[in-house]
């Protein structure tokens, strides 16, 4: 890993041991309530893992905290800059694409701004997040394929597609072009409340 990824990791490993012991979880309480293995939990607490989207976000929701707040260091900020090219990239496609959390709040509600490039034959597939989270595309350039539970949506530049999170959706680029498009993502009730024996399945 390069060393902003090895950072990220160390970050998010940091926030998730914290959050694993002060429930009083062995790891493989964590592992069994997330749907992950033990090994998975290891490595991400020991910061040496690239976990996936669906990791992490099993993990947050098993927590109870927002994605962001395990990807981002604690601040009593009220406003918080990200210059160009400091997000967090929490996905890589196999041909180069990139998703990026660009900006977020973690209370009352999550909510988490995303940039998204998908080279051409890129594809990303997301389990169902929690329940009642709403999410909102907006296609820059290029084209993409969505598929949100049953239903298939193909969407081109400045075009816009309001769907419901709590669905699985997976995101494609079919065409001969990258793809890009900014998500916001609202996830209520995320990080609200304690959650000890729930699992994200």
Known sequence: MDEPIESLARTIGARVKNERQSRKWTLDQLASHAGVSRRMVVNVEQGTANPSVGTLLRLSETLGVSLPALVEPPTAKKAKLTRAGAGAALWTGENGGRGILMASSNTPEALELWEWTLMPGDSHSSEAHSAGTQ???????????????????????????????????????????????????????VGTSTRTETSHV
């Open 135 to 189: 999410e909102l595309l907006h296609v820059l350039e290029g084209e993409i394929m969505m598929t949100v539970a049953t239903e298939t949506f193909v969407l081109g530049a400045k075009d816009s597609l309001a769907f419901p999170g709590d669905e699985d959706h997976t995101y494609n680029n079919k065409s001969h072009e990258p793809t890009r498009f900014v998500l916001t993502v609202l996830e209520p009730g």
